[in-house]
């Protein structure tokens, strides 16, 4: 799993080649892992800094902005190596890396790259031997 995610680091912009099915999910898994628990820290924070009783209100405020902002730097960060593993996991299944633009087609857009993303891979044909 966690070799998958070294390599949509390893790969951060190359948006030539494939990654196969498994790849792309193991590391999508763990890239939204890190996302909800970063938000789930953030929204725990931001709700218990509202109990009654608390001495230091600031305190919580101070820490759940610490994690928003380590939310925000993280989606910064990975933002193209997201683009370019699904890309990737788009030539693999046989399609143009033009279809990452059905992200802006509201609510069909992205239901229909999941299906794409969730089809095996494109048949290759074997190499030839010349021998």
């Known amino acids: 799993m966690f070799t998958a995610y070294g390599q949509f680091w390893k790969n951060y912009v190359n948006f030539q080649g494939r990654t196969n099915r498994k790849d792309y999910w193991l590391a999508i898994i763990v890239h939204s892992l890190i996302i909800l628990s970063l938000v789930t820290l ?6 218990t800094m509202g109990i009654p009783g608390r001495q230091n209100i600031s305190a919580g405020a ?24 699904n890309i990737r996991r ?5 399609f143009p890396w033009g279809f990452i633009f059905f992200n802006f ?10 299906v794409f993303y969730c089809l095996p891979s494109e048949k290759r044909p074997k190499p030839s031997s010349n021998f």
Do not use: K, N, R, V
């Open 42 to 47: 953030m929204l725990i924070s931001f709700l």
């Open 90 to 94: 788009l030539q693999d299944g046989g």
């Open 105 to 114: 087609i509201p609510y069909i857009g992205p239901l229909a790259l999941l």
């Open 62 to 85: 101070f820490s759940g902005f610490a994690i928003f902002l380590a939310l925000a730097l993280y989606l910064l960060a990975t933002f193209l190596p997201t683009l370019a593993i």
